[in-house]
């Protein structure tokens, strides 16, 4: 990492950043003050004075994560306006984030964002935005909208979760499964939203 930041300079980036390179190179482990000390050349207090010991870094990383994986759905689906053709691009994008950063990917789901922290609200006002954006939806109700995104999410996020602890041992290709849980889903929602015409 070069020269170690000193102490009197350190930003709270500087320290997301520095766990997110200890969770890329270690694992989910190595998410803790103490190694990302170690990784910065400082004290542990010094993290401290920015954030609130292991959860707050936990809290930190996450939330940079979640950034990160919103922006990158966010470009690789700019300019397609078909809605199946979104959840398509949009849901590879998703499995392809995993596969690329399995314990970035790990360390995002779990993450139990609170609807009452305005920063953590941020993020799901703008993941539930570009969901219905992406998927056209805007002439469902709110509840309508959250059945789907659960919907959804927990079957993508299933899906990638049993293929991340290698329980798909059939010989089927999981990318064909992938695809035709996919034309499954977009079956599901055209039923919804003409349910709600």
């Not at 984030?97 to 964002?113: G, I, N, S, T």
């Not at 979760?161 to 041992?169: F, G, I, P, S, W």
Request: aromatic share 6%; proline share 4%.
């Amino acid at each position: 990492m070069g020269r170690p930041l000193k102490e009197n300079s350190l930003t709270p980036q500087d320290i997301v950043n520095a766990a997110i390179a200890c969770l890329d190179k270690e694992g989910e482990s190595a998410l803790g003050v103490n190694r990302v000390a170690k990784e910065l050349g400082i004290k542990p207090p010094a993290i401290y004075k920015h954030l609130d010991g292991n959860s707050g870094l936990r809290r930190a990383v996450a939330l940079e994560i979640w950034r990160h994986y919103l922006t990158n759905c966010q470009s690789q689906t700019a300019g397609i306006t078909e809605p199946h053709t979104l959840l398509r691009i949009g849901a590879q994008a998703t499995r392809s984030f995993a596969h690329r950063y399995p314990v970035r990917y790990k360390v995002m789901m779990q993450y139990q964002m609170q609807p009452a922290d305005p920063e953590e609200a941020e993020i799901t006002q703008n993941a539930l935005h570009f969901f219905q954006r992406s998927l056209q939806l805007y002439e469902l109700s709110e509840d309508a909208l959250i059945d789907v995104m659960r919907m959804v999410n927990a079957a993508i996020y299933g899906f990638i979760a049993r293929e991340q602890l290698e329980l798909m041992t059939l010989t089927r290709s999981t990318d064909q499964s992938y695809e035709v849980m996919l034309d499954a889903l977009i079956v599901a929602i055209d039923h919804i939203r003409q349910s709600h015409n």
